[in-house]
T-cell receptor, first 115, second 115 residues
């Protein structure tokens, strides 16, 4: 399987705990994105990397959230001191450097439930 | 703030019927993508439209990009139960011919096709 892979697929955690999600993009893709999706809504952009550089962060990404892509390959998204409002599906996506019509491929997502 | 408005939000039809989903915005997008998402899974790309007025067909699905690149539609002919799912439109913008890759999603249309 050469698609975008995410781990874990599901995570249940207690409020106040830290969680980390991992994303492995399609191997030749140098752009990697994180999105968040809540029930009944479309995905919302959180942040993206070009190679190892984090180029943009949404205002949705509070200081409890941190994303890294240390070697320009896989990425991690960490949420510290989780809150119930963090419950959502966290989607990773990847693409080549964009020309117009650039296609973005999504992983299957990581479901987070904060209890 | 959602910049892409999808309608209808919910659609329940019988097998064999035709349907159209609309995606409208006041913003101009350089490209627009349509995705289909199953419960608990990530969005799967159906098509990307780039040129104003462009029409693309994918078996029983027809996608159109508005002339002004502000709106799009998805038409399904003779819907089947396997078409059931969440349909999402997403717009992308470019600067100097390079895609931001930061998609703005509509809130989605939940389609149910009854046998």
């Amino acid at each position: 399987d050469t698609g975008v892979s995410q781990d874990p697929r599901h995570k249940i955690t207690k409020r106040g705990q830290n969680v980390t999600f991992r994303c492995d993009p399609i191997s030749e893709h140098n752009r990697l994105y994180w999105y968040r999706q809540t029930l009944g809504q479309g995905p919302e952009f959180l942040t993206y990397f070009q190679n190892e550089a984090q180029l943009e962060k949404s205002r949705l990404l509070s200081d409890r959230f941190s994303a890294e892509r240390p070697k320009g390959s896989f990425s991690t998204l960490e949420i510290q001191r989780t809150e119930q409002g963090d419950s959502a599906m966290y989607l990773c996506a990847s693409s080549t450097t964009g020309s117009r019509g650039n296609t973005i491929y999504f992983g299957e997502g990581s479901w987070l439930t904060v209890v | 703030t959602q910049l892409l408005e999808q309608s209808p939000q919910f659609l329940s039809i019988q097998e064999g019927e035709n349907l159209t989903v609309y995606c409208n915005s006041s913003s101009v997008f350089s490209s627009l993508q349509w995705y289909r998402q199953e419960p608990g899974e990530g969005p799967v790309l159906l098509v990307t439209v780039v040129t104003g007025g462009e029409v693309k067909k994918l078996k029983r699905l027809t996608f159109q990009f508005g002339d002004a690149r502000k709106d799009s539609s998805l038409h399904i002919t003779a819907a089947q139960p396997g078409d059931t799912g969440l349909y999402l439109c997403a717009g992308d913008k470019t600067a100097g011919g390079t895609s931001y890759g930061k998609l703005t999603f509509g809130q989605g249309t939940i389609l149910t096709v009854h046998p």
